[in-house]
């Protein structure tokens, strides 16, 4: 909407009789824009409404679970700038509520936050200003004049906003910083009211947390609440008590919770377009893939990872979420275990390391069958090992393929044997040989190719400790929040920049209703 309700109160007919023709038809173009958006609306039912592109993963095909939140309280919801003037500014962050670290835990269930027309709760911490912010409109709503200081004008409303900063030029660290945000209104020449607005993001039906400039936890202190939950793996009450006891801010867990998904959602097209490219454009790709549980519901927490990304998905689906997310076109090497749902691309890897500890395990099995099948499979996958590493520094005079021949059709023949085998983990094994063969010995003929999924393994094992701890995401939306900020966060160290600053950033723009500014530069 480009019309406020207040901009609409002071319309009449004599204020548009009033206006000189040009001027009369740009806001016209307001007037009728802001019409036909309320007549979609009216028509709006839950079958006929669209979620707006960019707010849907490609990964996303249906629905992937309740949207509803049982157990984790979703935090106040935003709280909407009064309409009228508000004489106790902290009434505006009021429901802002914050909870003694140590009380008991537990949000009432409902709607959270203060009903509309409700009193609203006084802050209980009450901190200095450090810093004041105007912010005036730059134009009139009404005629399209510029609007300058000497204009009348009066402050409608104000915000308060608790960010952290450093603690002064050149000095590392941070300190608590309060900035009083004072939002004026201006009077034109020709007698319309122009409020400064109050950045906001559109509705996405995909989320339920708002991205908007009326938070009380600034852009670096929801950046360094994700420092906390996502790379330090704390809990939501340790972070609690962590904020009290070193920045004296009692913020609840339901406000910390808010934070989290706040920033999930707000990198979420950087995730979705940014990221998805940079992976589906990938020369080489490790993929793979761990048991995730949110909701009590198995399903699975995916990684692609590439040179200078790391995406990571969180979905039900095997090959279509795949699919999903490499497209129809992918065409680099993808190295990934031997899940099925990898197999509909052309240029595959395997991980050699993994065949190798399956052939260990054989070779110590009590069964005579299996001991003879593992020693075998290891003594060709071992020095075919040792002679990639060795090309990789000094390129051979005959081709590894050729040097390795006889011994890989006598393994081919084993296999073919063993497939049978009344052994389970032999047959199992042989039959894996037999399905990837071609596979397993591209890097005979590429040795600069990588010889396991390491890269994809240790990817996710940060986040495989951090599901122990939190026993995973609750919710749809925490879940989506968690897996964007994962990807991001791993990103941007990947190529060599702190996540944090940039989440701010991007906190700092989306909150305006403007679009995320794109990820640090993969380094050369
Ligand atoms: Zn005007």
Redesign the pocket.
Known sequence: MRLSKYDLEQFDEVYLRSLPEE?LQALSVKLLADLKEAHDRLNQTPLTSSRPPSTRAPWECERDGPEGDETEAVGPPPVEPPEAEVADPAEAVGSQRARRPGARRGAPAGRPGRAKGAPGVSRTQQFPVDSEQIHRPER?V????PLHEGHEQRTYTARYELDVVPPGEGRKGFVRHQTKHLHREVR?????W?RAKLGRGPAETEWTVALTEWHLAGPMLVALICSLALRLRLSRARIQEFLHDWLGLALSVATINQCLHEAGRAVAPVVQDELVQAVREAQLLHADETGWKPWGQPVWLWVMTCATATLFVVGRRTREVVQCILGETFGGWLMSDGYAAYRDYTWRLRCLAHIERKARGLKDSLERQARSFGSQVLTVIEPVMAAVYQARSSPPQVPLRTQHANSLHALFVACVQSAESAHEKTRQLARELLNYWDTLWVVLDHPELPLTNHEAERALQHWVIARRISQGTRTAQGTRAFANLASIIDTCRKRSASPWPYLAEVLRQRRKGLPAPSLPAPTP
Not at 142 to 145: H, I, L, N, Q
Not at 188 to 192: A, D, E, K, L, R
């Open positions: 001027r009139c009404g005629c399209g004049a034109c020449g020709c007698g319309h122009t």
